[in-house]
Nanobody
C-alpha cells in the first residue's frame, strides 16, 4: 500500500519561506516521477511542481523562480522549497506520483498571511 506523509507546513508572513517534505513508502520510489500538488478552498487540486526519476523538473507558471522541487531517493523523500510566499499560495499541499496519482495522503496546510 502506497503511503505519502507530508510535513513542514505552517503559518508564514508574505515573503517568507517554508520547506515541505514528503516521505513515501510502499512503492519503488526511485523509478517514479513525483509531484507536489495543492488545493485551495473552493478550488480544484493543481500540480505545483514535478520531478522525474532522472531529476528533470517542471513548475506551475505562478511559482516559477520561487519554488524548488527536489528528491532524495535514499530517503524516499521529495521536498518543496518555497520562497517569497504570497497569500495566493495558501492551500493544503500534497505529494503524489506524477502524472498518474495514487491514493492521497493527509497533506500539510500552508497559510500565507500577515
Amino acid at each position: 500500500q502506497v503511503q505519502f506523509v507530508e510535513s513542514g507546513g505552517g503559518l508564514v508572513q508574505p515573503g517568507g519561506s517554508l520547506r515541505l517534505s514528503c516521505t513515501v513508502s510502499g512503492m519503488m520510489f526511485r523509478i517514479y516521477a513525483m509531484g507536489w500538488y495543492r488545493q485551495a478552498p473552493g478550488k480544484q487540486r493543481e500540480l505545483v511542481a514535478g520531478i522525474t526519476s532522472s531529476g528533470s523538473t517542471n513548475y506551475l507558471d505562478s511559482v516559477k523562480g520561487r519554488f524548488t522541487i527536489s528528491r532524495d531517493n535514499a530517503k524516499t523523500t521529495v521536498y518543496l522549497q518555497m520562497n517569497s510566499l504570497k497569500p495566493g499560495d495558501t492551500a493544503v499541499y500534497y505529494c503524489n506520483r506524477y502524472p498518474d496519482v495514487s491514493s492521497w495522503g493527509q497533506g500539510t496546510q500552508v497559510t500565507v498571511s500577515s
